[in-house]
């Protein structure tokens, strides 16, 4: 079974400041995918970044970064530069191939950016 | 732009009115979808695989005959809400692998807020 543990309700951050959102995992899938989604008010789901298990370097986006730690099975997403705009609910997310492909999502965390 | 399409964005039904929320892949083909529901402030709940040419595989405790899905085509698969209650009111999303291993990216559909009266 495959579980994404959120344990950031709720965080704030300064405008312009860096933010890092926790994600712990557990799967007993050799190979898998991590995802960070963002979700504004609106409702949409917008991909952020992804890293694979075998994947010897962090993933980098733009202003994103996933901090992969395999042996303690964590994928914190860092969010440089932080913008009024980033105000959303972020998800942390999971696939492996002994799951048919489905994906296991976080309890989100919601991060509100001050001005 | 998008690449999963999803109607409506918003629709309000009367109690015992069936409604259908169809996901469009728009430039590649997707042999499987999955449809989730997601409460305000609550992460996504899967509720089904939609398998191109095959029944869908539902998670246990959904409901199949309340919860139709029906995947007519490569490019698109349907969820129709049958005898819709106002605890069915929920926000649905539908994502689609674009291609490749089980563990690459999930593309998601814009979302459907459904609202029964």
Same mark, same amino acid.
């Given at each position: ?7 950031? %309700?709720?965080?704030? =951050? ?10 712990? @995992? ?5 190979? @898998? ?6 979700? %504004? ?12 298990? &075998? ?8 202003? &994103?970064? /996933? ?10 997403? =860092?969010?440089?530069?932080?913008? /009024?705009?980033?105000?959303?609910? &972020? ?23 001050? %001005? | ?6 109607? !409506? #964005? ?7 009115? #069936? ?5 469009? #892949? ?13 409460? !305000? ?7 089904? *695989?939609?398998? +191109?040419? #095959?029944?869908? *595989?539902? +998670?246990?405790?959904? +409901? ?13 698969? $349907? ?17 689609? !692998?674009?291609?490749? !291993? ?12 459904? $609202?029964?009266?």
């Amino acid at each position: 079974a495959q579980k994404i543990t959120q344990t950031q %309700p709720g965080m704030f =951050v300064q405008e312009k400041e860096a933010v890092t959102l926790d994600c712990t @995992y557990d799967t007993s899938d050799p190979s @898998y995918g991590l995802f960070w989604y963002k979700q %504004p008010s609106s409702g949409e789901m917008i991909f952020l970044i992804y890293q694979g298990s &075998y994947d010897q370097q962090n993933a980098t986006e733009g202003r &994103y970064s /996933l901090n992969f730690q395999k042996a303690r099975k964590s994928a914190n997403l =860092v969010i440089s530069a932080s913008q /009024l705009g980033d105000s959303a609910m &972020y998800f942390c997310a999971m696939r492996g191939n002994t799951n048919a492909g489905k994906s296991t999502f976080g309890d989100g965390t919601t991060l509100t950016v001050k %001005p | 732009g998008a690449v999963v399409s999803q109607h !409506p #964005s918003w629709v309000i039904c009367k109690s015992g009115t #069936s409604v259908k929320i169809e996901c469009r #892949s728009l430039d590649f083909q997707a042999t499987t979808m999955f449809w989730y529901r997601q409460f !305000p402030k609550q992460s996504l709940m899967l509720m089904a *695989t939609s398998n +191109e040419g #095959s029944k869908a *595989t539902y +998670e246990q405790g959904v +409901e199949k005959d309340k919860f139709l899905i029906n995947h007519a085509s490569l490019t698109l698969s $349907t969820l129709t809400v049958t005898s819709a209650h106002p605890e069915d009111s929920s926000f649905y999303i539908c994502s689609a !692998p674009k291609s490749g !291993p089980n563990t690459g990216e999930l593309f998601f559909g814009e979302g459907s807020r459904l $609202t029964v009266l």
